[in-house]
């Protein structure tokens, strides 16, 4: 064999080396092999168990959309113009005038109207203080109360009586007038009396504060008359004031009194409520 067939076989198994190892590969998507050991990345080890699978099943959410806050209405405001109110006709609201409008049903016409007061609470004394709490459970109540006084306003038998003033002796003048002159005890006791109604859930409320109106005359409750009226010569007794009431539109509240008094030998208080309202 002389070296140029020893030249063919060489270069025939560089042909076929080439093949295995570079083009085979690339043709069916193997990597080179060169001899070198090339690390490897340890893949993640899939336990299946077709057994025990479970079919896994997806869970939807449902989005709620956003709804957007109305809008408020804005409150009217008034335009500071007094409003001119006129007539209309009538029959805008179905209204004839030729026809009978309807009646009411009076209250009284059918059933008896129960207007009697119950007292629920009493309070007497004679001096200053404050009481204790009283509650009123019900939505509408009254004070009654009354008052005896010292005496009356104007001292202690007082009487007017005139009399002349005489003129000097030389003059010779036996009279030259005449004077009102005002007898008896001049010392003047003015009663007096108040009531405090306190809110007790709210001490710094004051709901009202309650005086007799007119004041504490006792003269003029006894025996006094007017004259007047239709005819010129009508006389009319004074009537006695007492019991005063005083009229309360709010309750199922606690409250408490602050009683002030001076020159008052007693005096009486109730509070009452509508009979209706005890079962």
Same mark, same amino acid.
């Given at each position: ?98 026809? !009978?409008?309807? $009646? #009411?049903?009076?209250? =009284?016409? %059918? ?10 609470? /009493? ?101 006094? !008359?007017?004259? $007047? #009226?239709?005819?010129? =010569?009508? %006389? ?10 005083? /009229? ?32």
């Amino acid at each position: 064999m002389d070296k140029k067939d020893i030249m063919y076989i060489v270069g025939a198994l560089c042909i076929i080396l080439i093949i295995a190892l570079v083009i085979k590969p690339a043709i069916t998507g193997q990597p080179v092999n060169t001899g070198i050991p090339v690390a490897r990345t340890p893949q993640p080890t899939i336990i299946s168990n077709a057994t025990n699978a479970s079919v896994m099943t997806p869970v939807i959410t449902a989005i709620t959309p956003i709804t957007p806050e109305p809008t408020p209405t804005p409150v009217p405001t008034w335009d500071k113009n007094i409003s001119s109110v006129v007539f209309v006709n009538p029959s805008t609201y179905g209204v004839s005038f030729n026809q !009978s409008l309807p $009646g #009411g049903t009076r209250i =009284d016409s %059918t059933e008896y109207r129960n207007t009697s007061m119950t007292t629920i609470a /009493k309070i007497a004394g004679q001096y200053s203080g404050t009481t204790q709490i009283i509650n009123v459970p019900f939505p509408y109540w009254e004070m009654w109360y009354t008052v005896d006084p010292f005496a009356d306003m104007g001292g202690k038998e007082q009487s007017l009586t005139s009399t002349s003033v005489k003129g000097p002796k030389e003059s010779g003048v036996k009279s030259i007038g005449s004077a009102q002159v005002i007898q008896g005890a001049f010392s003047v006791a003015i009663p007096t009396f108040s009531i405090q109604v306190m809110d007790a859930d709210d001490p710094n409320r004051i709901i009202r504060t309650i005086t007799p109106p007119g004041g504490l005359d006792k003269s003029l409750w006894t025996g006094k !008359s007017v004259t $007047g #009226g239709y005819s010129k =010569d009508e %006389t009319t007794a004074i009537p006695d004031p007492r019991p005063w009431k005083e /009229k309360f539109y709010e309750g199922n509240n606690n409250y408490y009194f602050i009683i002030n008094t001076h020159a008052i030998n007693s005096y009486g208080i109730e509070i009452r409520v509508p009979s209706g309202y005890i079962k």
